[in-house]
Nanobody, 125 residues
Framework: QVQLIESGGGLVQAGGSLRLSCAASGRTFSSYAMGWFRQAPGKEREFVAAITWSAFSTVYADSVKGRFTISRDNAKNTVLLQMNSLKPEDTAVYYC??????????????????WGQGTQVTVSS
């Protein structure tokens, strides 16, 4: 079992930055690929970024590439999402996700093993 708790969301002006944090419980955290998804009102949940269990590889949605950075610290059971140059279209609830095996943009939401409760990010224009 893995429990995920996100923090760090909030209100920021366009062009600003936020850093989201995901704290995971469970001794098997390091065996999971970790990622972030987001869901805006009236839209489906979408992939944002993911990182392999070893942190060797990362992948990003085209919409955030070059602006967001995902990282993890297996010793502290945490995953971070640094978000820079935020845009109003980044406004959404952001969810931390864990999956045994790969986590990629092509992996559907129902194949994610664990979800956090979500944290709201609002970017004003």
């Amino acid at each position: 079992q893995v429990q995920l708790i996100e923090s760090g969301g909030g209100l920021v002006q366009a062009g600003g930055s936020l850093r989201l944090s995901c704290a995971a419980s469970g001794r098997t955290f390091s065996s999971y690929a970790m990622g972030w998804f987001r869901q805006a009102p009236g839209k489906e949940r979408e992939f944002v970024a993911a990182i392999t269990w070893s942190a060797f590889s990362t992948v990003y949605a085209d919409s955030v590439k070059g602006r967001f950075t995902i990282s993890r610290d297996n010793a502290k059971n945490t995953v971070l999402l640094q978000m820079n140059s935020l845009k109003p279209e980044d406004t959404a609830v952001y969810y931390c996700a864990a999956r045994r095996g790969l986590l990629r943009p092509t992996v559907p939401s129902y194949e994610v093993d664990y979800w956090g409760q979500g944290t709201q990010v609002t970017v004003s224009s």
